[in-house]
Each structure stands twice: as structure tokens, then as C-alpha cells.
């Protein structure tokens, strides 16, 4: 995954959560896109923002003609981002749903190496907990799967 290279050599501090995130934790549903949450401090501002210029990251869904900045300070006003990059889809939040932020996700994460890149994927308990607070018909389907995954993993 390109995306997960920039992000590491830029030294962006996150926690992969959403599809793929549950895919690499036995999951077999399938998604599309890169989720992550990010931790909001300057620095890791500034990093992310430097990786997301070189995917070249633009508003997913938006018209070309909108004006935005991509920088730091974009990043520090806003929380959630949906992008289109050259990598593909990239959603990144500051807060998932269900509550976690990126210290609760890091501290519970597992690191999984991914195409030479050390990730965080956060925690089959956390990935269900923002599933549930989502709430969407996907999101609910998917908890029964990452739930089914746990009891598993638990009883072994």
C-alpha cells in the first residue's frame, strides 16, 4: 500500500482502523479505501500534511473549483478529511465514532507489518466499538463479524 509508505517516511503518528484495519484481523469483508486516525499534535500535523501533498490529496466528492488549503492548519480546524489521492481513497479522523481517540487506539493497537511498514491496527474491541457507534447497515453487519473474530480469538 503506497499510501502507508508516504505516511511512514513522513513519519505521520497513526492507528489504521475502518475495513482494512478488520481485513488484517481476520475480517473477510473487503474495502476500498485507507482509514486512519491521527494524532492531532502540531508536529504530526505538519507531517501529515506533507505526506497528503505528495499523494496529491484532494476533497473526495467535491467540485475541482472549490478552494482548499491542504496544510497544518486545514487539518488543526477541521477532524475528519475524506480524500482522493494517488494511492487511492484515504479517510482520516481525528476522532472515529464510538468515542476512542489516537492515544486510547495506539495504546490497545497491535503492530502488523504491512508491505515492509510497521502499522498500528487498532484493536478488534475498539475497531467494534467505532463500528457500533456508527451505526450504519454495513458498520452493524460488520460488528457481528469482528464479534464472531474476538469470541474466537478469546476461547483459544
Do not use: W
Not at 497513526?14 to 475495513?19: A, H, I, K, P, Y
Amino acid at each position: 500500500m503506497r499510501a502507508l509508505r508516504v505516511l511512514d517516511r513522513h513519519g505521520v503518528r497513526f492507528v489504521l482502523v475502518g475495513g482494512l484495519a478488520a481485513r488484517l484481523l481476520g475480517s473477510p469483508s473487503i474495502t476500498n479505501d485507507l482509514d486512519i486516525c491521527y494524532d492531532r499534535a502540531a508536529d504530526n500535523l505538519e507531517a501529515l500534511a506533507a505526506a497528503l501533498g505528495e499523494l496529491e490529496a484532494r476533497l473526495r466528492g467535491a467540485p475541482e473549483d472549490v478552494p482548499f488549503q491542504l496544510d497544518a492548519r486545514t487539518l488543526r480546524a477541521g477532524d475528519h478529511f475524506t480524500f482522493s489521492t494517488s494511492a487511492g481513497g484515504l479517510d482520516i479522523l481525528g476522532h472515529p465514532a464510538g468515542g476512542a481517540d489516537f492515544e486510547t487506539l495506539r495504546r490497545n493497537a497491535q503492530v502488523v507489518e504491512l508491505d515492509d511498514v510497521e502499522v498500528q491496527v487498532a484493536h478488534l474491541r475498539d475497531l467494534i466499538r467505532m463500528k457500533r457507534a456508527a451505526g450504519r447497515p454495513k458498520d452493524l453487519i460488520e460488528v457481528e463479524v469482528l464479534t464472531a473474530l474476538l469470541e474466537e480469538r478469546e476461547s483459544s
